[in-house]
């Protein structure tokens, strides 16, 4: 009996073994193919409004003008969450992130198992990281696109359905638990999950403005591939 329930349990765990190599497999060569597929590359008319594309090496945000004629953020973004300072500020960024991650990782030496498995396997809440920057540098990391103006309010509809409101309409500031002194968390909708990344967040914000991007990627190279 002993034998034949070794035996047994030999064989379900070579099953488990092999069927987490056929997903990671399939996830890796999935990932691949379709961040490499652009969708609307014939469709980025428009010189009204310039955005960046930001990676930091792992993670996308989206830089926008503070404020145009479209959108003024300072009305949903307080400058007192962050330094006076930065109402001199040209500029601000967004980005989309499992929340225990977002403050609990400020540095990949940081990282947990516990973190890192709650977020990829859809566990966990997610929240928006802004951050003000007085001007933007274009390089490596850094990548302008020109939109239109209708484009733009596309992007801003897209970035501002991102968050969750309170009973008074009002986005929900994570009080104290930014990373410096110019940027600020907020609570957002969705939840992290290996098929829906910080990344695919941003991916799905230039679908929104109609600009080049990925079927589907889950990282940052995904999006970048686009443009370079």
């Not at 490499?36 to 310039?50: A, L, R, W, Y």
């Not at 792992?58 to 109402?87: E, G, Y």
């Not at 007085?134 to 302008?144: F, L, W």
Request: net charge positive; with cysteine.
């Amino acid at each position: 009996m002993a034998k034949k329930a070794l035996k047994k349990i030999l064989r379900y765990t070579a099953r488990i073994v092999l069927g987490l190599f056929a997903f990671i497999i399939l996830y890796t060569a999935g990932a691949y193919i379709l961040s490499n597929i652009t969708v609307n590359s014939s469709n980025n008319e428009g010189n009204d409004v310039s955005i960046y594309i930001h990676t930091n090496g792992a993670h996308t945000d989206i830089i926008v003008p503070v404020k145009n004629n479209t959108k003024d953020w300072t009305a949903d973004i307080l400058f007192t969450h962050t330094k006076a300072q930065d109402s001199l500020a040209r500029y601000i960024a967004f980005g989309w992130g499992d929340k225990e991650f977002y403050l609990n990782t400020p540095q990949w030496s940081d990282l947990k198992a516990g973190t890192a498995f709650r977020a990829a396997f859809h566990l966990g809440t997610s929240a928006i990281h802004t951050r003000f920057y007085t001007a933007v540098q274009e390089d490596e990391n850094c990548i302008k696109v020109n939109i239109s103006t209708e484009n733009y309010q596309r992007l801003v509809e897209y970035i501002s359905d991102s968050f969750v409101y309170d009973a008074h309409n009002k986005v929900q500031w994570i009080a104290h638990r930014g990373y410096g002194d110019h940027d600020a968390f907020y609570d957002a909708k969705r939840k992290y999950s290996l098929f829906y990344t910080c990344n695919t967040w941003t991916n799905n914000a230039l679908k929104a403005a109609n600009q080049k991007a990925a079927i589907w990627t889950p990282y940052d190279k995904g999006i970048f591939c686009h443009y370079r």
